[in-house]
């Protein structure tokens, strides 16, 4: 059975007392008012992992994720971290492709290859992004960019591979915006992706990845979106910012 998820993408935000503050308020909460088996993840800013992380300690419930890793094992590069940096410091969890950083740091699908492959590597769990921007689903060519971004990104991987990565599908136009994805529109898309796995790889293996919804995840929608079918948990923007709403999420699911 594929896992529940709900994963918290901090993104550039807090100082290091905020971060402390809220992973401390979302872990009591849990603690006393999840009962089901989520697992939750907080994937915070680079400089915040290792205390993020110590802070978390041994709970099996929460993980800690990074946001991005390089494609490249080690070297001159500055400013970048690399997948076995993350490894080092014991971090299960990566997210890759998500569409800011396609939309401001250029990245593609067959630079995210490398990096899932790399992340992989190193015994991250990829949390891989994709999802079509607004203009595209007006076209009605969502179906088509995303089938096509989970292809260019996650079909060299042999299945073993595959099954270590978790999907969210995030639809650019329902980031950040307050305009969610309806539960059905999600639904639809999530099917989209699990038969394209299922056409490539066999369908226990498609029925074994969890693919995330992302985009205006909200205490008042989550629930909905979480009941259906294909839809394992969520990658939440700006909700996993605050405790008692972050919170609310988790119990939607769990
Ligand atoms: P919001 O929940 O703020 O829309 O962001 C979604 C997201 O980008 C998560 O990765």
Redesign the pocket.
């Given at each position: 059975m594929r896992k529940k998820i709900v994963a918290g993408?901090w993104?550039m935000n807090k100082t290091l007392e905020e971060a402390g503050a809220l992973a401390a308020e979302v872990m009591g909460m849990v603690a006393d008012e999840v009962k089901g088996n989520v697992r939750v993840v907080f994937c915070v800013p680079f400089p915040y992992l290792l205390p993020i992380k110590n802070q978390v300690g041994n709970n099996t419930r929460i993980a800690v994720g990074a946001q991005n890793c390089s494609e490249h094992e080690a070297g001159a590069y500055t400013g970048e971290v690399s997948a076995a940096m993350l490894r080092s410091m014991g971090i299960p969890y990566v997210?890759l492709g998500?569409?800011?950083r396609r939309q401001y740091f250029g990245e593609d699908g067959k630079l995210l290859a490398k990096k899932v492959d790399i992340a992989l590597k190193y015994g991250l769990t990829p949390i891989f992004?994709c999802g079509e921007p607004l203009d595209v689903r007006e076209k009605n060519e969502h179906e088509k960019l995303v089938k096509q971004q989970v292809e260019e990104a996650l079909f060299h991987l042999d299945s073993a591979s595959l099954e270590k990565v978790v999907i969210?599908y995030?639809p650019v136009w329902?980031?950040?915006?307050g305009k969610t994805a309806s539960a059905q529109q999600a639904q639809d898309m999530h099917a989209i992706i699990r038969r394209h796995l299922a056409s490539k790889y066999d369908k226990s293996v498609a029925d074994n990845i969890s693919i995330l919804y992302?985009?205006?995840?909200?205490a008042a929608n989550a629930k909905e979106l979480f009941a259906s079918a294909d839809v394992d948990g969520g990658?939440?923007?700006?909700?996993?910012l605050k405790s008692r709403e972050f919170t609310e999420i988790i119990k939607a699911i769990g």
């Open positions: 993408n993104k997210i998500h569409s800011e992004c969210a995030e329902a980031i950040g915006t992302g985009g205006s995840v909200n990658l939440v923007g700006g909700a996993s």
